[in-house]
């Protein structure tokens, strides 16, 4: 099974700041991966699919990079509603899809 | 509006079974994938395995093959998901989510969430 591996597991942010998210896969998953948002008690939301293409309806503050094993996304200027939890998933392995382990942000 | 409910909280004995629902609307059920998606208490999330609501197709991770059964009643657009023998350790929340093919497959629509919980 293809594994994934978010850095850092637990960030603390400010209001408006830049933030890099970043998950490393296993082995060479070319652009599968998707991030998803997750608040409490709340399904997952995706954000971002085929790791660059942000999904309809989400703001562009949020962005995606990376192909291959390396992927990282950013949020440009941090909003208080983006204190959440935060996955990517790889879609390479088909049908094994897995999740890395969540990029906690809270505020500092 | 494109949904997906799932059914109520249950709460089961140990190697007893759990049968859980998600009722597509919105959409027609048979052209986009179901996936099933645990998530235990305070722990990340955790793929299940996947079903093809038109052919009926199935695929589990290797953790759960031989205790997870995914099929669907396409004239209800409702696809179950059923585990059994189970322990401890299924405590979780479990989730349905459609997998959009233009989307790379990525689960753009989730359900509300079903609590099973697991205790003698």
């Known amino acids: 099974d293809i594994q994934l591996t978010q850095s850092p597991s637990f960030l603390s942010a400010s209001v408006g700041d830049r933030v890099t998210i970043t998950c490393r896969a296993s082995?060479?998953?070319?652009?599968?991966l998707a991030w998803y948002q997750q608040k409490p008690g709340k399904a997952p939301k995706l954000l971002i699919y085929?790791?660059?293409t942000l999904q309809s309806g989400v703001p562009s503050r949020f962005s995606g990079s990376g192909s291959g094993t390396e992927f990282t996304l950013t949020i440009s200027s941090l909003q208080p509603e983006d204190f959440a939890t935060y996955y990517c998933?790889?879609?390479?392995?088909?049908?094994?899809?897995?999740f890395g382990q969540g990029t906690k942000v809270e505020i500092k | 509006q494109v949904q997906l409910v799932q059914s109520g909280a249950e709460v089961k004995k140990p190697g007893a079974s759990v049968k859980v629902s998600c009722k597509a609307s919105?959409?027609?059920?048979?052209?986009?994938?179901i996936n099933w998606v645990r998530q235990a208490t305070g722990q990340g999330l955790e793929w299940m395995g996947w079903?093809?609501?038109?052919?009926?197709?199935?695929g589990y991770a290797q953790k759960f093959q031989g205790r997870v059964t995914m099929t669907r009643n396409t004239s209800i657009s409702t696809a179950y998901m059923e585990l059994s023998s189970l322990r401890s350790e299924d405590t979780a929340v479990y989730y349905c989510?459609?997998?959009?093919?233009?989307?790379?497959?990525?689960?753009?629509?989730w359900g509300q969430g079903t609590m099973v919980t697991v205790s003698s």
């Open positions: 989510a459609r997998g959009t093919p233009w989307l790379q497959d990525a689960f753009d629509i």
């Open positions: 919105g959409y027609t059920f048979t052209s986009y994938d």
């Open positions: 079903m093809n609501p038109n052919s009926g197709n199935t």
């Open positions: 082995q060479g998953i070319s652009s599968y």
């Open positions: 085929a790791a660059s």
């Open positions: 998933q790889q879609l390479n392995s088909y049908p094994g899809w897995t």
